[in-house]
RNA sequence: GCCGAAGUGGCGGAACAGGCAGACGCGCGCGACUCAAAAUCGCGUGAGGGUGACCUCAUGUGGGUUCGAUUCCCACCUUCGGCACCA
C-alpha cells in the first residue's frame, strides 16, 4: 500500500505545474530564427460566459497536438483570444440591465480561468479580444483599405430581417425551411436598408482553388459548391418594343426550344412591358410574390406560379415569337433575374410550361434512344401486333392496347407499319428518340411550335377527349406510359435547331455560344451562387463602419489617423433591440472631415466575421501600436512578427464554419496579400475539422434538455489530464459522439496506472533480465515510439491514448520481472512519460521530476525510434487454405520465401484440409501469410 | 430533389497501397483480496455447434472482381451533414 502522499491526486499537482509554468513563462512564443516555426490555431470562442465541453473536445487534441511539434523542434505559437462582438451581449443588456462591455468583459475573465485549468500551451500575452478598441481599430481599418480599394460598396438591398431582433441578417443567419432568425427562431421578413457590402464576388474564381491548402475534401466541396460556379452564355433577346433581354443559361445548345421568356418579378422590364391589359394581373402577382417572402415560405410550395405580362420577344436564333411572363422561380439575384424558357431540357421550365399550356418542342435527341408508342385498341388493321413481331420491335398487350418501346433504330420500321396499319379516324404518334405523329392520310414531324399548332388541330377533329388541350406536349402528359420520355435534362445531339441539327451533344454548347459571338447575340459567361458579404449590422454591439455622410461631400470615410472610431461607452441599448447608436447625438453629430461642415456618422457597425476574418494576425502581436495614429500604409500587425510566423500552419474547429468563416477569413488573405500585407495566398495552410459531442442521451446537449455536461465539474472531479485523455481517446475526433460518463472512468484507471507504474515499488527478487526480456521490452518502447508518431502527424488522436495504454499494460507485466530497474526499464519510464507528455501535460511533469529527470519534462525532445529495436524476431505466419486460415506459425521474422512455403504446407493445418486435394498454387504475403490454392 | 460522409461485438472504436476481423477502453461474467461491500488485481468475453482438438457463420443488404474483400467495383437500404426553384 503506497503512502498517502504517493497516491496521484491531480487536484493537487495541476494547479501546481500551472502556476510554476506561467511564472517560468514556460509557454511564451518568441521568435527564434534558429528554429523552424509552428503556428498551429484553434478557432477562438465567443465569450459566452461559460466554457463548454465542445471548446475542450476542440482545444484539448490540439493543444495536444501543439505540444507534440513544440517537442519535435519547432517553436511553436498556440495562441487565444475571444471573438466578443455580437448579439448575445446586447440581449443580455436588455435582459439583465448590464452593459454589453461589462458582461462581455466578465465572462472573458471567468472563460480564461476555466480555459487555464485546461493546462493548455496558451500564450496569454498575445491573447487578443476583438471587442476593445485596439482590436477593432484595425478591423476599421481593413474596412478603409477594402473600400479604398473599390471592394467595400453601399447599396440598396432587399435584405432578411429580424423583426425580433431588429437587424438585418446574412444569408447563412437565416435557418430552416420557415427561415427563421438564427438566434431567436423568429420567422425572417424583407426589408429594403442601404447595406455595405464587400466585394467578395471578384475574388470567386480564385476561392474556388483549392491546390495550395490540405483542407478536408468535405469542406473543400461545400465551399466549391458554395461559390457555385457555371460556365455558360449570356444571351439577348430583344423584346417587341426593341428592349434588350439578356438571358443566362448553362444550355446554349438548348435555344432552338426555348418558347417563352419569364422575368423575375422584380425585373425592370416588367414594370415597362406589361401591356394595360395585363397590367393589374401582373401587379397583383408581384404584390403577391413580394408578400409571399414576407410571410414563411410555407412548405409544399412546390407549385409554380406566374401571369402572362402581355408582351412578346423574339428568339434570336430563330425568330419565333415567344409570350414573356414573370414568375417567382426566377430570381433576381441570380444571373440577369430574366430566363429563356426550354421546357423541354429543364425540369422547372417543364412543369411550368405544361400548367400554363406554352409549347414544349424538344431541340436535344435522347442519349438513351428509347422511343415510345401507346396503340389504342382499335385504331390499327388486323395483323398490326404480328407485324410488329416480325419486325422484332418489342411491346407489350393490355386490354387489346399495344404498349410499345423500341430502339431509336427501329422507329423508322415502325413508323411504316403503323401508316400501313392505322385505321381511318385515328392517329399514332412516336414519343421520345423520334416525334412523330401518323394519321391515316401522312405522316406529321412534331418539330416546331407550328407543327405542335397542327397536329393538336388535326387531333382535335379525331377526338373531342382532347378538345380542352393547349399543347401536344399537354395531351401527350396524360399517357402515364409516356412520361418517362416527355422530356430530359442530357446533352445529347441538337435537333430542330436549324443548321445546328444533327451536332453532336460533346460539342453543341461550344459551337452555339462561338456562333452567338460571331452573331453578336450571345457571348460566353460565367455565373457564380456566392453573393457579395453583406457586411452590415443595425447593431451597437460591432466595430462601427469608419463612414461619415455629409450632405455637402455625400459618403466620406474617416481619416486613418481618427480611427477608431469609437463605440460610445454611454450608450443604452432601447429595450426594442434597435440600435442604440441611432439615438445617440454625441455619436451621431460629427463634422466632415472633408469640408469641416456637420456630419452624420454610419451606425451601422460590421458583422462579426469581419472581426475573426483576420484574428489571427492581430494574435502576433494584439492591439499593435495601441495609441498612435494609424495611417494608409499602417501594418495591423507586426511585420517582423509576421514575416516569422506566417502564415497558420494547422487550423483546427469546427466543420460549423466550413462556408463562412472560412471563406471570409481566405478573402480576407487574398485582399490582404494585394494590398501588399501579406506575401501568400492563403491564411492556413492545414485545416482539420473535430466533430460534436453529444449528451449522454444521443441529443445535442441544451440547458432545457438537461443532458450538458460541464468541463468544471469533470475537472474537479478526475482532473484536467484525465478529461483531456478521455476526450482524446473516446472517439473519432472528427466524428465526435455521445458523452459517455462510464467511459472517462477507464482513463482516469489509466492515469492511476501510469502513477503507480512509474513510483509504487516493482520486482524485488534477485537476477538478471535475460536477453530476450530485454530485447522484447525495447521493441515494445520503440514501437510505441513510432505509432505515437504516427498518430500524431495524422490526428489520430485515439488510437495515440490507446498506444499509450499498450505500452503502460507491457511495462506492468515487466515490472514484475528482473527488468524492473533496468536501463531498459528507465528507457521505458522516459519514453512512458515523454509520449504522455503533449496528452496529460500535469502528470507528466510531476513524475518527470519525482523520478529525478530535469524539469521541464516540456522542454524535453520528442524520443526518436530505433527501426532496428522496433523491429520483430518473430513474427506470426498464418497459413490459409484456399483463403481460410486454418493454422498459425511462429517463425523468425527473416525467413525466406522458400521455408515459409514449406512450412505452411507441411503444417497440421494445412494437412488436415489440403488430404485428397491437389494443391495448384501457393500465394506467400512477406512477414503476413502463406495461401496454398487446393482443388 | 441534388451533392457529400458514414454503417464493424451489448457500447465507443481498432485494422483498410486487398492478406490473422474486433487493438485499446467501457460494460458484463468468473476468481483473488475482504466478515462484507467498494476499490484493486487475475482470467474470460462476436454468434452458433462439438466432451474435445476443431468446425460453421459473421464488418447494413444483394451481386461482382480476386487465391484471398470490412477494404476495390455495381445496385439497393438506413443514418447524419450540406445545398435547395441558382437557369
Known amino acids: 500500500m503506497a503512502s498517502p502522499i504517493d497516491r496521484y491526486i491531480p487536484q493537487e499537482i495541476e494547479p501546481k505545474w500551472q502556476k510554476k509554468w506561467e511564472e517560468d513563462q514556460l509557454y511564451r512564443s518568441r521568435i527564434d530564427e534558429s528554429k523552424p516555426k509552428h503556428y498551429a490555431l484553434t478557432m477562438l470562442p465567443y465569450p459566452s460566459g461559460d466554457l463548454h465541453i465542445g471548446h475542450w473536445y476542440a482545444m484539448a487534441p490540439s493543444d495536444a497536438r501543439a505540444r507534440y511539434m513544440r517537442m519535435r523542434g519547432y517553436n511553436v505559437l498556440f495562441p487565444m483570444g475571444f471573438d466578443a462582438f455580437g448579439l448575445p451581449a446586447e440581449n443580455a443588456a436588455i435582459q439583465h440591465g448590464i452593459h454589453p462591455f461589462q458582461w462581455t468583459m466578465s465572462n472573458i475573465e471567468k472563460m480564461r480561468r476555466q480555459l487555464r485549468s485546461m493546462g493548455a500551451m496558451f500564450d496569454w500575452e498575445r491573447e487578443a479580444i476583438s471587442c476593445l478598441p485596439g482590436y477593432y481599430k484595425w478591423t476599421e481599418w481593413f474596412f478603409l483599405k477594402f473600400y479604398e480599394a473599390g471592394l467595400a460598396y453601399r447599396k440598396k438591398a432587399a435584405v432578411d430581417f429580424c423583426p425580433k431582433c431588429n437587424t438585418t441578417l446574412a444569408r ?76 443566362f443559361t448553362t444550355r446554349p445548345d438548348t435555344l432552338w426550344g426555348a418558347t417563352f421568356m419569364v422575368l423575375a418579378p422584380e425585373h425592370p422590364l416588367v414594370e415597362k412591358l406589361t401591356t394595360p391589359e395585363c397590367r393589374q394581373a401582373v401587379e397583383d402577382y408581384q404584390y403577391q410574390a413580394a408578400r409571399q417572402s414576407e410571410i414563411e415560405r410555407l412548405s409544399t410550395e412546390k407549385e409554380k406560379t406566374g401571369v402572362f405580362i402581355g408582351a412578346y420577344a423574339v428568339n434570336p436564333v430563330n425568330g419565333q415569337r415567344i409570350p414573356i411572363w414573370t414568375a417567382d422561380y426566377v430570381m433576381m439575384t441570380y444571373g440577369t433575374g430574366a430566363i429563356m424558357g426550354v421546357p423541354s431540357h429543364d425540369e422547372r421550365d417543364f412543369e411550368f410550361a405544361l400548367k400554363f399550356g406554352l409549347p414544349i418542342i424538344p431541340v436535344i435527341d435522347r442519349p438513351d434512344g428509347v422511343a415510345k408508342s401507346f396503340v389504342i385498341r382499335g385504331s390499327m388493321k388486323e395483323g398490326f401486333a404480328q407485324a410488329l413481331a416480325e419486325a422484332q420491335i418489342p411491346f407489350e398487350e393490355r386490354d387489346g392496347n399495344l404498349y410499345v418501346t423500341m430502339a431509336q433504330e427501329q422507329t423508322d420500321r415502325y413508323i411504316e407499319l403503323a401508316q400501313a396499319h392505322i385505321q381511318a379516324g385515328y392517329w399514332n404518334e412516336v414519343v421520345g428518340a423520334r416525334w412523330v405523329f401518323i394519321f391515316a392520310d401522312g405522316v406529321h414531324e412534331f418539330d416546331s411550335v407550328e407543327a405542335d399548332r397542327e397536329i393538336l388541330a388535326r387531333c382535335k377533329q379525331l377526338e373531342p377527349a382532347v378538345q380542352d388541350k393547349r399543347t401536344v406536349m399537354e395531351m401527350l402528359w396524360d399517357v402515364e406510359f409516356y412520361r418517362d420520355v416527355l422530356f430530359h435534362t442530357e446533352y445529347g445531339t441538337m435537333i430542330n435547331s436549324g443548321p445546328f441539327s444533327g451536332t453532336p451533344g460533346d460539342v453543341a454548347v461550344k459551337k452555339v455560344t462561338e456562333w452567338l459571338e460571331q452573331q453578336g447575340i450571345g457571348k460566353f459567361a460565367v455565373n457564380y451562387r456566392l453573393r457579395d458579404w453583406l457586411i452590415s449590422r443595425q447593431r451597437y454591439w460591432g466595430a462601427p463602419i469608419p463612414i461619415v455622410y455629409c450632405d455637402q461631400c455625400g459618403t466620406v470615410p474617416v481619416p486613418y489617423e481618427d480611427l477608431p472610431v469609437l463605440l460610445p461607452e454611454d450608450a443604452e441599448i432601447p429595450p426594442s433591440g434597435e440600435n442604440a447608436l441611432k439615438y445617440h447625438e454625441g455619436f451621431l453629430h460629427t463634422t466632415c472631415p472633408q469640408c469641416g461642415g456637420p456630419a452624420q456618422r454610419e451606425t451601422d457597425t460590421m458583422d462579426t466575421f469581419l472581426c475573426s476574418s483576420w484574428y489571427h494576425y492581430a494574435y502576433l502581436s494584439p492591439y499593435y501600436q495601441e495609441g498612435e495614429p494609424a495611417h494608409a500604409d499602417s501594418m495591423p500587425f507586426d511585420p517582423k512578427e509576421g514575416a516569422y510566423w506566417l502564415p497558420v500552419d494547422v487550423y483546427t474547429g469546427g466543420i460549423e464554419h466550413a462556408t463562412m468563416h472560412l471563406i471570409y477569413t481566405r478573402f480576407f488573405t487574398k485582399v490582404m496579400r494585394d494590398l501588399g500585407l501579406v506575401d501568400f495566398d492563403e491564411p492556413m495552410l492545414v485545416l482539420r475539422n473535430q466533430g460534436i459531442i453529444l449528451g449522454e442521451d444521443g441529443e445535442k446537449m441544451s440547458k432545457s434538455r438537461g443532458n450538458v455536461i460541464a468541463p468544471d465539474d469533470l475537472v474537479e472531479r478526475y482532473g484536467a489530464d484525465t478529461v483531456r485523455a478521455y476526450l482524446m481517446f473516446g472517439w473519432r475526433w472528427e466524428l465526435g459522439g455521445p458523452w459517455d460518463s462510464q467511459g472517462i472512468e477507464g482513463v482516469a484507471r489509466f492515469l492511476e496506472r501510469v502513477w503507480n507504474c512509474v513510483l509504487a515499488p516493482g520486482y524485488e527478487g534477485d537476477g538478471q533480465p535475460s536477453e530476450d526480456e530485454v530485447r522484447a521490452l525495447r521493441r515494445k518502447v520503440h514501437q510505441s515510439i513510432r505509432k505515437a508518431t504516427e498518430d500524431m502527424e495524422s ?141
Open 795 to 935: 490526428f489520430s488522436f485515439n488510437t495515440y491514448i490507446a498506444n499509450l495504454m499498450e505500452l503502460n499494460n507491457a511495462m506492468l507485466k515487466a515490472k514484475e520481472t528482473p527488468l524492473y530497474g533496468s536501463e531498459a526499464w528507465e528507457e521505458a519510464v522516459e519514453t512512458l512519460l515523454l509520449l504522455l507528455a503533449p496528452a496529460c501535460p500535469h502528470i507528466a511533469e510531476e513524475l518527470w521530476t519525482r523520478t529525478g529527470r530535469p524539469y521541464s519534462v516540456h522542454l524535453q525532445a520528442w524520443p526518436a525510434w530505433d527501426p532496428e529495436v522496433a523491429a520483430e524476431e518473430v513474427i506470426t505466419l498464418v497459413v490459409q487454405v484456399n483463403g481460410k486460415v486454418r493454422d498459425r506459425l511462429e517463425v523468425p521474422a527473416d525467413i525466406t520465401e522458400e521455408q515459409a512455403k514449406e512450412l505452411a504446407v507441411n503444417s497440421a493445418g494445412a494437412r488436415r484440409h489440403t488430404a485428397g486435394k491437389t494443391i495448384r498454387q501457393v500465394i506467400y504475403v512477406p512477414g503476413r501469410l502463406v495461401n496454398i490454392v487446393a482443388r
Open 172 to 247: 447563412e443567419q437565416v435557418w430552416g425551411e420557415d427561415r427563421h432568425c438564427e438566434r431567436c427562431g423568429t420567422p425572417v421578413i424583407k426589408k429594403e436598408l442601404e447595406q455595405w457590402f464587400f466585394k467578395i464576388t471578384a475574388y470567386a474564381d480564385e476561392l474556388l482553388d483549392f491546390s495550395q491548402i490540405d483542407w478536408p475534401e468535405r469542406v473543400v466541396t461545400m465551399q466549391t459548391n458554395w461559390i457555385g460556379r457555371s460556365e455558360g452564355a449570356e444571351v439577348t433577346f430583344v423584346s417587341e418594343q426593341e428592349d434588350p433581354i439578356v438571358v
